[in-house]
Nanobody, 128 residues
Framework: VQLQASGGGLVQAGDSLTLSCTAS????????VAWFRRPPGGERRFVAA????????NYADSVKGRFTISRDTSENTVYLQMNSLNPEDTAVYFC??????????????????????WGQGTQVTVSS
């Protein structure tokens, strides 16, 4: 599975931005797609995830109510709509696909080390 992330950019606080993650290859083997982010000088953290088989979304508390993850299965694309952005959202955003059946349970959805398929990252910078 190959992932292509796009949509990052420089915005002002309060603005919105939508990231896209398009999968190619053996997409039928994807259990769910997640977004993670790594702020400057920080560690990679879970942002949101969505099952490709119909399960509900899962969000980090820091983005709940502001970010929305959605999927277009016909396009093999997962979107991350980000509203009310603030400078703390500045980070490199990565999408990842879970293809390992050993980690298909929702228990692992936030554990970045269990993902083996990653996109290249897209920079989001929010100015105050």
């Amino acid at each position: 599975v190959q992932l292509q992330a796009s949509g990052g950019g420089l915005v002002q606080a309060g603005d919105s931005l939508t990231l896209s993650c398009t999968a190619s290859g053996s997409t039928s083997g994807i259990y769910y797609v997640a977004w993670f982010r790594r702020p400057p000088g920080g560690e990679r953290r879970f942002v949101a995830a969505i099952s490709l088989s119909g399960g509900g979304p899962n969000y980090a508390d820091s983005v709940k109510g502001r970010f929305t993850i959605s999927r277009d299965t016909s396009e093999n694309t997962v979107y991350l709509q980000m509203n009310s952005l603030n400078p703390e959202d500045t980070a490199v955003y990565f999408c990842a696909a879970q293809t390992n059946p050993a980690y298909s349970h929702i228990t692992f959805i936030r554990k970045d080390r269990t993902y083996r398929n990653w996109g290249q990252g897209t920079q989001v910078t929010v100015s105050s």
